[in-house]
């Protein structure tokens, strides 16, 4: 079985250009989450979408992120425009339920110059 | 606001021996996980606890949750150095939407 696939594996732009990432979550895994993750850090959680709905939100910079699940399966987190600071790894994560452990993709590596 | 917190944070320790890593959370949660994170790559689910007084063992690895304390422990029994990673805990709260990584655990076992 496929896990969870994220691409690209590696981005670098330059500040203020637009980016997005795409995730394909595991079949018949109805929770998508996205996380942002520093150099160091734990995961902290940007979005989580119950099938196509987005439910969780509340960490997400509006004002410059969007994320999108058509469908309620594939799901593109975007950024724009990107600053300095969005520099990170960007996780990709689908559970069967909530609850449930989470399958986190590779991420993609995000360096803004 | 939930905060959880792991300790220590970093911890180098020798082939064999045993060590407890521990992460206390803030308030009343909902359930437990703990993953593990090699260098460069991303998170590998290890365990889910749902409940107070539950314990799970895979290997060398058991982890155990006291909900009254709002404490979970990860014990490693007999380290070896394929164990070296960093180990997060992660608390969730359905009441409120809330999910929350600690700050991980840097382990390095030496031989």
């Known amino acids: 079985e496929a896990g969870v696939v994220q691409s690209p594996r590696y981005k670098i732009i330059e500040k203020k250009q637009p980016v997005a990432f795409w995730c394909n979550p595991i079949s018949g895994h109805n929770t998508l989450y996205w996380y942002l993750q520093n150099l160091g850090q734990g995961p902290e959680l940007l979005i989580r979408y119950e099938n196509e709905e987005a439910v969780d939100d509340s960490q997400l910079p509006k004002d410059r992120f969007s994320a999108e699940r058509l469908k309620g399966v594939d799901s593109t987190l975007k950024i724009q425009p990107a600053e300095l600071g969005d520099s990170a790894v960007y996780l990709c994560?689908?559970?069967?339920?909530?609850?449930?452990?989470?399958?986190f993709g590779p991420g993609t590596r995000l360096t803004v110059l | 606001e939930l905060k959880v917190e792991q300790n220590p944070l970093f911890l180098s320790m020798q082939e064999g021996k045993n060590y407890t890593i521990y992460c206390n959370y803030s308030t009343t949660s909902d359930r437990l996980y703990w993953y593990r994170q090699d260098p460069g790559k991303s998170l590998e689910s290890l365990f889910v606890?749902?409940?107070?007084?539950a314990v799970k063992q895979e290997g060398r690895l058991m982890a155990s949750l006291d909900t009254k304390a709002r404490l979970s422990t990860l014990h490693i029994t007999a380290a070896v150095h394929d164990l070296s990673a960093t180990y997060f805990c992660?608390?969730?709260?359905?009441?409120?939407?809330?999910?929350?990584f600690g700050a991980g655990t840097r382990l390095t076992v030496k031989p």
């Open positions: 992660a608390v969730d709260m359905y009441n409120n939407n809330d999910m929350r």
């Open positions: 994560a689908s559970s069967l339920v909530r609850g449930a452990g989470q399958f």
């Open positions: 606890l749902l409940s107070n007084g």
